[in-house]
């Protein structure tokens, strides 16, 4: 089992730039694959990103194609998200996954999640 912790959300103004972190403990973190998810209020669930176990592969939800960017590093056990060109719409409470035997995606949730980090994104 593995236990992930998020940080870096906090408030931004619009076209600013914020870089999430998810941190794991447990189990080797190179088992998993990794992702996040974003969920707003009033919404469903959304897929914003994920990468594979060593990093060769990444997928990213529609809305934030372009903007957002997935790395990991298996040395520091951590999964982090970069984004730039934030709007409005981006506010959400975001989520780190993980999944031992798929790469996290839009229909695929992760099997372990973390407490999720608040990121809002003022006009």
């Known amino acids: 089992q593995v236990q992930l912790v998020e940080s870096g959300g906090g408030l931004v103004q619009a076209g600013g730039s914020l870089r999430l972190s998810c941190t794991a403990s447990?189990?080797?973190?190179?088992?998993?694959?990794m992702g996040w998810f974003r969920h707003a209020p009033g919404k469903e669930r959304e897929f914003v990103a994920g990468i594979s176990w060593v990093g060769h592969s990444f997928a990213y939800g529609d809305s934030v194609k372009g903007r957002f960017s997935i790395s990991r590093d298996n040395a520091k056990k951590s999964v982090y998200l970069q984004m730039n060109s934030l709007k409005p719409e981006d506010t959400a409470v975001y989520y780190c996954?993980?999944?031992?035997?798929?790469?996290?995606?839009?229909?695929?949730?992760?099997?372990?999640w973390g407490q999720g980090t608040q990121v809002t994104v003022s006009s």
């Open positions: 996954t993980a999944a031992r035997d798929h790469v996290p995606g839009r229909n695929y949730p992760g099997q372990y």
């Open positions: 447990g189990r080797t973190f190179s088992d998993y694959a």
